[in-house]
């Protein structure tokens, strides 16, 4: 089986975990947190890095810091991963969904304007599959109705829009470290941005609000979204990697693009001339022409041994989401909802070997000839 992802991991990273074993440093202090958080920082373009225990509670922390609650609204894409709509939910606040664009499947920044209101707070562009969001537009509106900008960059980790890194380009950038990241920790994510005051207080709220006059003493809500020092380990040896991981993935979808592009029925990911995308997965749609539906096709791809994903549910399909705001049912998400059935991506994992690409290639190539 060819799987679909697959994270890279070397001596670097278990030499690092060794030292936290070997030295006690197993809970969330330690030398390995601090250098994570600033070098990644840097990385991105900016001062402050704050770890946290995923993707999810980044979000949820960068809501929290920047007072977004009860009452308040974010704008975020139906096409998206659950989390980012979750992180708003957790924060009492009501997600507003925005539909897609077509060329690279993020939020239509066209249709922003007429979604926002009063109780707005915050957008949330989400920059899907490593592709950035047209953020000069965004930040347009953002400036104009004094809103603030939360990056969902768990899946963009070193991507550019105009030469700046994604994750810089809104107020805070929020990262997943998951397994199938650009980088991991296993678990873990991180906040960052410029503003030293956003920053000192996700500090004090991810590790229960300590009050700064006097330890066990709270004044705010707090929550325990500490990583740990083994996690940072491996994400800083993992950090020490990253330009060639990016490398890679761009290898591959070039490659990828190169065998596929004759191939009629499929629309490959485009990369808009502002933009380095990372495609963290190599992901294309199945449309009609092609003769055979997604499903079918992703059978046909398991047969040969090959494994896919098809793309996210969008929100306002999503029953949890129905149950809690009955009105996205009257709502229309028509792109979200034809790339969600026709979309599917291809193993894209750091471990994946040229031969494998080949084979992944031709196994579509005899499936397209067998159908006419
Ligand atoms: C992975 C992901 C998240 C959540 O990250 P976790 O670390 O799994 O909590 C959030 N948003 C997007 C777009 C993601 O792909």
Known sequence: ???????????????????????????????????????????????????????????????????????????????????????????????????????????????????????????????????????????????????????????SHGAEYKGKRCGSLGDIGAFSFYANKIITTGEGGMIVTDNR?????????????????????????????????????????????????????????????????QITGIRLPEEEKWAMSVYWMYAFLVEKEFGMGREDLRRELSGEGIETRDFFVPMHKQPVIRKMFPSVKNKKYPVAERISKEGLYLPTGLALRKKDILSVCSALKRIKENIS
Not at 208 to 222: I, N, V
Not at 223 to 239: E, F, K, P, S
């Open 1 to 155: 089986m060819i799987p679909v992802n697959q994270p890279f991991l070397g001596s670097p990273e278990l030499n690092n975990v060794k030292e936290c074993i070997k030295s006690g440093w197993i809970s969330s202090k330690g030398r390995f947190i601090s250098r994570f958080e600033e070098e990644f920082a840097r990385f991105c373009g900016l001062k402050y890095g704050i770890t946290t225990t995923s993707g999810t509670t980044a979000l949820h922390l960068a809501l929290v810091a920047l007072d977004i609650g009860a009452g308040d609204e974010v704008i975020i894409p139906d096409f998206t991963m659950i989390a980012s709509a979750y992180a708003v939910i957790y924060t009492g606040a009501r997600p507003v969904f925005v539909d897609s664009e077509q060329k690279t499947w993020n939020m239509d920044i066209s249709q922003v304007e007429g979604l926002i209101t009063r109780r707005t707070k915050a957008i949330m562009p989400v920059h899907i599959y490593g592709h950035p969001v047209d953020m000069d537009p965004l930040r347009i509106l953002a400036h104009r109705y004094g809103l603030h900008i939360i990056e969902d960059a768990a899946e």
């Open 197 to 261: 005051k956003i920053a000192q207080k996700a500090r004090r709220i991810k590790d229960l609000a300590h009050s700064t006059q006097k330890r066990f003493l709270h004044t705010e809500l707090g929550y325990n979204y500490r990583m740990t020092n083994m996690q940072a380990a491996v994400g800083l040896a993992q950090l020490g990697r990253i330009h060639e991981s990016i490398r890679k993935k761009r290898e591959i979808a070039s490659l990828y693009r190169r065998n596929l592009e």
